[in-house]
């Protein structure tokens, strides 16, 4: 049993396919642009706090940089009393340069593949 609708709400909804299908089109272009924006929005605030993050990361990496090289020079001039000035600064050196070819080589491996470490 088929129920026909009341001639009224026929005007109100008589639209032909063509135009539903051009406003469904249409509406849906609206709402991928609409999500396209608001994921780009996401995106710029997440951004944001990460630079902010990478900023403070930075600033600390320089600081920490800035104390070990005092402590360096202030190794470099206590060993400086002891066995000059000369040798105090190549012992210094040499000391760091095998401390980071040691750190070098266990980065290196650990960059490695597990079945190439032998």
């Given at each position: 049993?088929?129920?026909?609708?009341?001639?009224?709400?026929?005007?109100?909804?008589?639209?032909?396919?063509?135009?539903?299908?051009?406003?469904?089109?249409?509406?849906?272009?609206?709402?991928?642009?609409?999500?396209?924006?608001?994921?780009?929005?996401?995106?710029?605030?997440?951004?944001?706090?990460?630079?902010?993050?990478?900023?403070?990361?930075?600033?600390?990496?320089?600081?920490?940089?800035?104390?070990?090289?005092?402590?360096?020079?202030?190794?470099?001039?206590?060993?400086?009393?002891?066995?000059?000035p000369g040798l105090a600064t190549?012992?210094?050196?040499?000391?760091?340069?095998?401390?980071?070819?040691?750190?070098?080589?266990?980065?290196?491996?650990?960059?490695?593949?597990?079945?190439?470490?032998?």
């Amino acid at each position: 049993m088929t129920r026909l609708a009341h001639p009224d709400m026929l005007a109100e909804h008589d639209e032909s396919v063509p135009t539903l299908v051009g406003r469904l089109v249409e509406e849906t272009r609206t709402l991928a642009t609409a999500e396209v924006a608001l994921y780009k929005a996401k995106l710029a605030e997440r951004i944001g706090a990460y630079k902010n993050a990478a900023i403070f990361f930075a600033a600390a990496g320089v600081l920490a940089l800035a104390a070990l090289i005092a402590l360096l020079v202030g190794l470099i001039l206590s060993l400086a009393t002891l066995i000059g000035p000369g040798l105090a600064t190549a012992a210094v050196v040499i000391g760091v340069l095998a401390i980071a070819g040691i750190l070098a080589m266990i980065g290196r491996g650990k960059l490695a593949p597990a079945g190439a470490r032998a």
